[in-house]
């Protein structure tokens, strides 16, 4: 009697995940290539206000003459926030928030002079708290930003903190290299971030 409740078991159990694997692969073949690219996109746990904000165009930051076009960026295959192609651009992380979203929406722009041109961030360390920066979007809207604070960090420390947010409030996160450069690993000795928040 046992062994046959077993069986059943057993049956009911692979009937199951044959079931599930039906379904998985009904929903991962018919589902539309672009519905499965914006469910990946937005952070669990946010809320989506893709309707009403657009993708950031131009970023602008008049008290340092600021005045660049924004790249679109994900992760390097280290699993770090790549950066701008171009030392005049900014680069914005499109696995987060856009700017304007609920959450923290992350720019990143070069430092140092490089063949004789100059980069998007050099002066970003001049920033001070009421500061304003704004955020022009591919609609043609304008979100404003002001500074509430700057950090600096060592290149290995952790910066979760600079990616999210629990305050269900919209910010921009500006992030530049800082201090002295370092030969052998090609790169800055600290990383500045300056915060704001949405006006």
Known sequence: MRLKILSKQTLLLAVAIFGLIFFLLFLFYFTPESSIVESVAVIPGQKSERSSVGLPA???????????????????????MDVPKERADVAWFNLGPRPGENGSAVIAGH?????????????LYQLRKGDKIYIEDDKGAIVSFVVRESRKYDPNADASDVFGSSDEKAHLNLITCEGVWDKVSKTYS???VVFTDKE
């Open 58 to 80: 131009r970023i602008k930051i008049p008290s340092i003459n600021v005045d660049a076009p924004v790249e679109y960026v994900g992760l390097t295959p280290d699993g770090v």
């Open 111 to 123: 430092y140092g002079w490089k063949n004789g041109k100059a980069s998007a961030f050099d002066n």
């Open 190 to 192: 600290k990383r500045l």
